[in-house]
């Protein structure tokens, strides 16, 4: 078992940034495969960014590409989630999430790929 928790959440004006935390507990592992959601009320979890703690590999959604930058602290076994430029529209609770084994780029943003998940921490940007 994996246990995660997430904190950095908070609220922001537009244009502004956070850093969300993801720090991992129980059997982490260097080489599982870890990703950031964001869900808004009524609206499907979204995946925002993914990586591979194997290789450091990192994918990212369209809408986030160039603002957010998902990296890791293998030490701590902290998966960090750096946030700039935000927008309202990047508002939500955001969750961090983890599974074992091969990390193919398709499937880093797939909810339904990830085994562990965290209790999310929510996002608010004021325009």
């Known amino acids: 078992q994996v246990q995660l928790d997430e904190s950095g959440g908070g609220s922001v004006q537009a244009g502004g940034s956070l850093r969300l935390s993801c720090a991992a507990s129980?059997?982490?592992?260097?080489?599982?495969?870890v990703a950031w959601f964001r869900q808004v009320p009524g609206k499907e979890r979204e995946g925002v960014a993914g990586?591979?703690?194997?290789?450091?590999?990192?994918s990212y959604v369209d809408s986030v590409k160039g603002r957010f930058t998902i990296s890791q602290d293998n030490a701590k076994s902290l998966v960090y989630l750096q946030m700039n430029s935000l927008t309202p529209e990047d508002t939500g609770m955001y969750y961090c999430?983890?599974?074992?084994?091969?990390?193919?780029?398709?499937?880093?943003?797939?909810?339904?790929?990830?085994?562990?998940w965290g209790q999310g921490t929510q996002v608010t940007v004021s325009s």
């Open positions: 999430a983890r599974r074992r084994g091969f990390c193919p780029q398709i499937q880093r943003t797939y909810a339904g790929a990830y085994k562990y």
């Open positions: 990586m591979s703690l194997y290789d450091s590999t990192t």
């Open positions: 129980g059997d982490a592992r260097s080489t599982d495969c």
